[in-house]
């Protein structure tokens, strides 16, 4: 692995009920993330959990003082999740990705690489989605109908591996999605219109081994529906 690629790097995770995932994600990202940022910081965002991820989460700190908590007392969702991690996150780049080990960190090589060739925002395409046939249609149709209402032209707008220049969070008006799934339309929709550059990378997908999927529930798959309609009407 290739010394420093990136100056200074804020990594966050959201997660709720992740107790068997959880030390394994972070772990992992902190060797990746120790060997290509001179500064850095992981974030953990416990979103409510109501299993043990708080206590993982403090364990993690107490052994690397470079781990921050963020907690939510209660469940709040995604989105919020997200938020909460892009809003504590403190270095000039910004990468997430989910706790629950569908996705290998040592990826985010490739979207750094990508960044550097002049991006703002780099988004991951998930190769082989690792999904039921159905979570793959649906995603298809969001994709399709977030391209179509808010202009943003990406293959998998749901993809959770993204490296975002903390500039982008500054300067694009407050995030506003809540429990949906809409969080990542809204942040390329608003990066998009104010002027910063996005691009796309292939990521690979993994299944989920422990724990349960959020991502198919149908208030969390209405609510970003609704989320989305708002946002056309309002950016348009
Ligand atoms: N997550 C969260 N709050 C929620 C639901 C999920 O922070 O209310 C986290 C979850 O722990 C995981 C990520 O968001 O790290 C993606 O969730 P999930 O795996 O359920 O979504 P899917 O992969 O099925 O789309
Ligand atoms: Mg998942």
């Known amino acids: 692995?290739?010394?420093?690629?990136?100056?200074?790097?804020?990594?966050?995770?959201?997660?709720?009920?992740?107790?068997?995932?959880?030390?394994?994600?972070?772990?992992?990202?902190?060797?990746?993330?120790?060997?290509?940022?001179?500064?850095?910081?992981?974030?953990?965002v416990n979103d409510g959990s109501n299993d043990k991820t708080k206590d993982i989460a403090q364990e993690l700190k107490?052994?690397?003082?470079?781990?921050?908590?963020?907690?939510?007392?209660?469940?709040k969702g995604y989105g919020e999740a997200l938020k909460s991690g892009f809003y504590n996150s403190k270095y000039a780049w910004i990468a997430t990705t989910d706790a629950d080990g569908q996705f290998d960190f040592s990826e985010i090589i490739k979207l750094i690489d990508k960044a550097k060739k002049g991006y703002d925002v780099v988004i991951g395409f998930r190769i082989n989605r690792q999904d039921s046939l159905i979570r793959k249609i649906n995603g298809l149709g969001w994709t399709w109908l977030s391209n179509l209402l808010l202009g943003i032209n990406v293959h998998d707008v749901d993809c959770s591996f993204k490296l975002v220049k903390k500039e982008v969070i500054d300067k694009i008006s407050h995030l506003e999605s809540t429990r949906g799934g809409m969080i990542s339309p809204e942040l390329l929709a608003k990066a998009k219109k104010s002027g910063f550059k996005i691009a796309e990378v292939g990521v690979h997908h993994y299944p989920r081994i422990h724990g349960s999927q959020t991502g198919a529930n149908i208030n969390v798959i209405i609510k970003s529906f609704v989320d989305l309609i708002k946002l056309w009407q309002k950016l348009k």
Do not use: C, Q
């Open 1 to 44: 692995m290739r010394e420093h690629l990136i100056d200074s790097l804020s990594v966050f995770f959201p997660a709720y009920n992740e107790e068997r995932n959880l030390k394994e994600t972070v772990e992992m990202a902190i060797k990746v993330v120790k060997n290509i940022a001179v500064n850095w910081e992981v974030i953990i």
């Open 62 to 75: 107490n052994e690397e003082g470079r781990i921050k908590i963020v907690t939510h007392k209660k469940n």
